[in-house]
């Protein structure tokens, strides 16, 4: 038996204001009982999975070229497969690689742990790969070409949502696909990807989330709230699972790098505005402050709170041979820095039960301290080729070079240069320009939006692009590195897709308007995919002659 949807209330039935075209706008109460359902969801999924296997298909195409470390594979391959075989990362003997690279995997690890400075989740993503295909380029690179289609997926997917458009999903998707920066990560061990793609989960459940709140208190509330005292419904609204499977994501997020911990703090505060707001379009006075409370401190537990129990428990593979870390990293540099003492449980007798998980935890404690330490101080003098400010990474100032073959002779490996050139392979770290370029276009336009036109959905763009690359301003003093944007990319993408939204329109009936909105729209895809064809050869290890690299170099900054 299903139960009737409480009446619409008289002020719905008479319109609030009228748009453009003097239809009636629906109130809050309406909007938020009917979420965008006009396409077929079966073609959605259908459109957004196609896709993702197109993006899947370029990641794994010769993933296993070249047959080398490229750039910090050289760490995180050998932690995965260390964390495979032995629970924990274990330092190694000298020339590991050479010897990886010839088939050997047996009696190149030592019994010491290693120093490692990122956390274990997405390491332990790359040893999955290292355990189906085998310790090689192609085994330790295959998770990273999972998950980077899968993110294009999850793309498509947010971009539906908030447009409500399989159009525009597909067109997200397909600008992430061809990014050459997410294109190249995703065919690399590190772990950037594996943290881009856990964050735009997260945002896609808080949407979720947004969605599914409202349209929870528009059945609890059968009509405006009236009373100035009442607060809205709080019960009905404390267990918000979305939020739930958003606090796994963040936690996997910030369990595979730390900057995921800037942009949880946006959105969080973003959930709490969102649910004030929702609030306040039912007719809830002082809405901001009450929200705090009977949506604000759930919110936190549901999300925050996850997120710290997911996170800890990615460590369990450390927390399990805390000893070993006890014994022989408890008395390092970054421990002594600025007067520190060695780990008090160096020298505690080993406890047992509860007391054996708190001592654990403890040392956990005093090792990300160390790690800390490393982060903020132990790199501030160093020096990189490839670093860069990151002020100028959304205008792709410094790309990074991760592999290169250079002064490959005429006649030699297929090299057919002319007398006196030569030929050269390389893998560049570089964004597709038309993307980033446009999308920093993109991003101020979605500001006015956000701000002028009160479009939640633009907010989203600003907010994501505020919290993934400004606090990255405060660390211009070490080295960091352009490719950690990837975390940015999708909220540039989804800039990008909803000013394309606005291009088009929302009727599909022919208009001048609708025609040059597909036409701009249309040249720039267009521009994109020859983009991406053109950078093809620098991001797959490519042979090109000197005076072909020369032509896709545009700037000596990208040397």
Avoid at 430 to 441: K, Y
Wanted: hydrophobic share 50%; charged share 15%; glycine share 8%.
């Amino acid at each position: 038996m299903t139960t009737a949807a409480p009446p619409e209330p008289a002020e719905e039935r008479v319109g609030l204001s009228r748009d453009a075209a003097g239809r009636p706008v629906p109130s809050a109460w309406r909007r938020a009982r009917s979420r965008i359902r006009g396409e077929d969801p079966v073609v959605g999924w259908a459109a957004s999975i196609a896709v993702a296997l197109l993006a899947l298909f370029l990641r794994l195409w010769h993933l296993g070229r070249p047959h080398a470390f490229e750039f910090d594979e050289t760490y995180y391959a050998k932690d995965a497969w260390s964390l495979l075989h032995f629970g924990y990362a274990r330092d190694y003997v000298d020339k590991a690689n050479d010897r990886i690279l010839d088939g050997q995997t047996t009696d190149l690890w030592k019994s010491t742990p290693e120093m490692v400075v990122h956390p274990d989740v997405g390491k332990w993503l790359i040893a999955l790969g290292e355990k189906a295909f085998g310790m090689d380029p192609f085994g330790w690179r295959v998770s990273a070409a999972v998950v980077g289609a899968l993110m294009v997926l999850v793309m498509c997917r947010l971009a539906r949502r908030l447009t409500g458009s399989t159009l525009l999903g597909c067109v997200a998707g397909l600008l992430l696909c061809f990014d050459g920066l997410h294109f190249v990560l995703s065919r690399l061990a590190l772990l950037d990807i594996f943290v881009a793609f856990f964050i735009l989960c997260g945002v896609h459940c808080l949407v979720a989330d947004r969605d599914w709140h409202r349209a929870r208190m528009a059945r609890l509330v059968p009509d405006q709230v009236s009373d100035g005292r009442s607060w809205g419904p709080v019960r009905g609204l404390l267990l918000r699972p979305w939020l739930l499977l958003g606090g796994v994501c963040w936690g996997l997020a910030v369990g595979s790098k730390w900057e995921a911990l800037y942009p949880l703090a946006a959105f969080g505060l973003l959930v709490w505005l969102w649910s004030a707001g929702a609030r306040r379009s039912f007719g809830v006075r002082w809405a901001v402050l009450r929200s705090a409370v009977v949506d604000g401190i759930p919110a936190f537990v549901q999300l925050v709170l996850v997120a710290l129990v997911v996170y800890v428990a990615s460590w369990t593979g450390w927390l399990v041979n805390a000893q070993a870390y006890e014994q022989h990293l408890s008395a390092t540099q970054y421990t002594h820095y600025d007067g520190g003492q060695d780990w008090p449980t160096r020298t505690e007798p080993d406890a047992s039960g509860l007391g054996e998980v708190t001592q654990s935890l403890r040392s956990l404690w005093y090792y990300h301290q160390d790690v800390y330490a490393f982060h903020t101080h132990f790199l501030n003098d160093s020096t990189h080729t490839y670093a860069s400010n990151p002020a100028g990474w959304l205008l792709l100032n410094r790309p990074v070079g991760v592999a290169a073959d250079t002064d490959i002779q005429p006649g030699t490996q297929g090299c057919a240069a002319p007398a006196g050139s030569d030929c050269l392979r390389q893998v560049l770290l570089l964004g597709t320009p038309a993307i980033w370029w446009a999308g920093c276009l993109a991003i101020l336009y979605a500001l006015a939006m956000w701000v002028g036109a009160r479009d939640w959905r633009f907010g989203l763009a600003v907010v994501g692009v505020a919290s993934t690359w400004l606090p990255w301003l405060q660390y211009d003093d070490r080295p960091i590195f352009s490719f950690y944007a990837v975390i940015t990319l999708p909220f540039l993408v989804l800039a990008l897709t909803l000013a394309i939204g606005r291009l088009l329109g929302t009727s599909a009936a022919p208009s001048g308007r609708r025609t040059a909105g597909v036409v701009v729209s249309g040249a720039f895809l267009v521009l994109v995919l020859l983009n991406f064809a053109w950078f093809w050869p620098i991001w797959t290890n490519q042979l090109l002659t000197h005076g072909e690299w020369l032509d896709r170099i545009w700037f000596t900054r990208w040397i």
